[in-house]
């Protein structure tokens, strides 16, 4: 029933700018909160974003504070993370999260930042 799907990923070069997307189906999308974490090769998932159900408050980890930003648009369903001055570190899989139940993850976008 719940279904995440993430798109926008691809590659970029180092410094550039890329936009991932998540689009939300079958729960309350604006009942919950939303988050975004990345998995690197041979590195464990990590949390790098989130965002309350209303986008009142915002919350990054430091490696992202100040270059990623997180929104959402609770009519369309989405919740996206506008990633800025990429840095090679930044590759890796980008995943979207709802926290509902046991947790529920889309697919993954892959990210990779080369030049």
């Known amino acids: 029933q719940v279904q995440l799907v993430e798109s926008g990923g691809g590659l970029v070069q180092p410094g550039g700018s890329l936009k991932v997307s998540c689009s939300g189906f079958g729960f309350t999308f604006s009942g919950y909160a939303m988050s975004w974490y990345r998995q690197a090769p041979g590195k464990e998932r990590e949390l790098i974003a989130r965002?309350?159900?209303?986008?009142?408050?915002?919350n990054y980890t430091d490696a992202v504070k100040g270059r990623f930003i997180i929104s959402r648009d609770n009519v369309k369903k989405t919740v996206s993370l506008q990633m800025n001055s990429l840095k090679p570190e930044d590759t890796a899989v980008y995943y979207c999260?709802?926290?509902?139940?046991?947790?529920?993850w889309g697919q993954g976008t892959q990210v990779t930042v080369t030049s």
């Open positions: 965002i309350d159900n209303f986008g009142l408050r915002r």
């Open positions: 999260y709802l926290a509902r139940g046991a947790g529920y």
